[in-house]
């Protein structure tokens, strides 16, 4: 990716913004993306979990199926307690710190 297709990214959030959901404990975020392999991108930040930064949960190939996989991320989430959640961009999975 080049470097000004990166500054997109920064400076257009909103439109690339396809739905952001936030809870008391997580907030879940699925964007449009321009440096991945697949273009939209599904995240959350969850309290407890790598110091309140965003964990990559994974990619969708459209709008749709990206739309599809937030609400089921959210839903899962919602209803399940997690001691660990893994970041699969980078291959790591993270604790929580309050257990």
């Known amino acids: 990716m080049s470097f000004f297709g990166f500054l997109d990214m920064m400076t257009n959030y909103e439109e690339r913004l396809?739905?952001?959901t936030r809870t008391e404990k997580f907030t879940v975020d699925t964007a449009l993306v321009t440096d991945r392999h697949m273009p939209y991108e599904t995240a959350i930040?969850?309290?407890?979990?790598?110091n309140g930064n965003w964990i990559v949960l994974g990619w969708r190939e459209t709008?749709?199926?990206a739309k599809?996989?937030?609400?089921?991320i959210v839903?899962?989430?919602?209803?399940?307690?997690?001691?660990?959640?893994?970041?699969?961009?980078?291959?790591?999975?993270f604790r929580r710190k309050d257990k």
């Open 18 to 20: 396809v739905k952001k």
């Open 45 to 50: 930040k969850y309290d407890g979990f790598r």
């Open 63 to 65: 709008k749709e199926e």
């Open 68 to 72: 599809k996989f937030h609400d089921e």
């Open 75 to 93: 839903e899962f989430y919602k209803t399940h307690d997690v001691d660990s959640i893994t970041d699969v961009f980078e291959a790591k999975t």
